[in-house]
């Protein structure tokens, strides 16, 4: 997204900014993350540099404490970014929607995680749709859907209703032989852009050490699934 000119809000509720920042360093920088502090200056800044040259968008991270944050807060911030920096995001990252906070209900009483949940993902998607942004998120999903070898929209975990919201749902998966190979399945599951039958598997390589993704091939067979991806979109 930075290299194409986008701004990226990168919002994280679980670890900490620097940690974050030094990942997608490492990343950009198609360099190792513990080799970051090993660079020498001059090699640092001349990689920079170069980056600097071809990356035209804009990256922020904000971090915030757990189950604290709602979005009436992610509000606050992007109109302090325009205000201050003159900068409006096209893509928010949210790390996780399942750590944030309702802004309109209070869980407990007849408030359930379900309905708790549900509306937290309403309010995250009318904030997208309100500045014009495409926002990605993850949450966790159910004891079933660990061990389910064909994982679906019922398998999110505490909330049917935050898989209603999203227009776009994705599952990862990985099986003993897929971690050798540092790679997952993607298991399209919901889809408001298209059939989500059309490349409803496929697998993504993943650089650990630079957190990079890469689309190799697809696959037929469903494997266990260790987490799944949001999108809720303009």
Not at 54 to 64: M, N, R, S
Not at 132 to 139: K, L, P, R, T
Request: proline share 2%; with cysteine; hydrophobic share 40%.
């Amino acid at each position: 997204n930075l290299s194409m000119g986008q701004n990226v809000l990168y919002i994280t509720m679980e670890m900490a900014e620097e940690r974050i920042a030094e990942r997608i360093d490492a990343n950009l920088l198609n360099i190792a993350t513990e080799d970051i502090k090993q660079l020498p200056k001059d090699l640092y800044e001349n990689k920079i540099a170069r980056l600097r040259a071809k990356t035209q968008g804009k990256l922020i991270i904000k971090e915030y404490p757990t189950r604290a944050a709602t979005a009436l807060t992610f509000k606050a911030f992007l109109r302090e970014l325009k205000i201050k920096k003159n900068v409006v995001p096209d893509v928010i990252i949210i790390d996780y929607i399942g750590i944030c906070a309702s802004s309109t209900l209070k869980l407990g009483g007849t408030i359930n995680t379900n309905t708790y949940q549900g509306s937290i993902g309403a309010e995250i998607r009318a904030m997208a749709i309100e500045n014009d942004a495409v926002v990605w998120s993850a949450q966790q999903l159910n004891r079933e859907g660990f061990t389910s070898s064909d994982p679906d929209l019922n398998n999110t975990a505490d909330s049917w209703d935050l898989a209603g919201i999203a227009d776009f749902y994705m599952m990862l998966t990985q099986s003993e032989e897929l971690a050798k190979l540092n790679q997952y399945q993607v298991i399209q599951v919901k889809s408001r852009y298209g059939d989500k039958n059309k490349n409803k598997r496929f697998i993504i390589g993943v650089d650990k050490e630079r957190r990079s993704e890469e689309h190799t091939s697809e696959l037929q067979s469903p494997c266990n699934l260790v987490c799944r991806l949001l999108l809720e979109k303009k």
